[in-house]
């Protein structure tokens, strides 16, 4: 699970606390981290992220589904890696 974020983007930051929630919940189970966008302009380009927050969830080197916007309670976020990840 990657959350495509910057520092000055305000949902990112609502975002940012569930997505450390949900690294600490999957420890050990899933890969959970944050990509600056700033600092790595060439890794949203290459996933063809146009909109943060956007979170990537990756199975295998696929992405397998894209969620956009910092709307997403822990929950939900959870529910999707059991969707996707079987987790």
Known sequence: VVDMWAAWCGPCRVLSPKIEQLATDYKGKVHVGKL????????????GVMSIPTILFIKDGVVVATKIGG?????????????????
Not at 71 to 87: A, C, H, M, P, R
Request: proline fraction near 3%; glycine fraction near 4%; charged fraction near 30%.
């Open 71 to 87: 709307q997403y309670s822990v929950d939900d976020l959870k529910i999707f890696v059991k969707e996707f990840f079987g987790v």
């Open 36 to 47: 600056d966008v700033d600092a790595n302009q060439e890794v949203p380009q290459k996933f």
